[in-house]
């Protein structure tokens, strides 16, 4: 091996590191946002609106912070490949493994991912029909105690 093999096995694997440490980060995330929305959930079963509303302020933290996660990834993969950022949004992880020769190390990340996201899609579907349900209750609630006339059990209001 010469002096400029070697240069290029040792960025490859400092490119390799720290794309393996952004996935890292970024399913760390994700999992962090899929525990809040499992708790948004129980506060929306419970109809506790504020606990709903606090859960609902973290979630939207953790979501941003993933998202800027997610910018971190593109913008380095785009930099190490000399891609447009646009490019590498579409590259699949299994395409990662290939380009950047991760020898299986990402296996297990992107087994993670493909387990949480899918997590993800069911728990959101259940919190947004939650949510309707208590949008229309709450709905239902005032439409009983009002009559046509804006009284409030027989108040005026």
Do not use: W
């Not at 890292?24 to 606990?51: H, R």
């Amino acid at each position: 091996m010469n002096v400029n093999e070697f240069g290029e096995n040792i960025s490859r694997n400092i490119v390799n590191s720290e794309l393996l440490e952004l996935l890292k980060k970024e399913a760390l995330l994700l999992e962090e946002v899929l525990k809040l929305s499992e708790k948004q959930q129980k506060a929306l079963v419970d109809f506790d609106i504020k606990k709903v509303e606090r859960i609902t302020y973290l979630l939207e933290q953790a979501s941003n912070e993933l998202n800027y996660a997610t910018k971190q990834r593109v913008s380095f993969v785009a930099d190490a490949l000399h891609l447009d950022p646009y490019e590498t949004k579409s590259l699949k992880l299994s395409e990662y493994e290939d380009i950047f020769e991760l020898d299986g190390k990402a296996e297990e990340i992107k087994s993670l991912f493909r387990e949480k996201t899918k997590a993800m899609y069911s728990i959101n579907a259940v919190n947004r029909m939650l949510a309707n349900r208590a949008s229309h209750s709450i709905r239902d609630m005032l439409a009983i105690m009002m009559n046509g006339n804006r009284k409030v059990c027989n108040v005026r209001i």
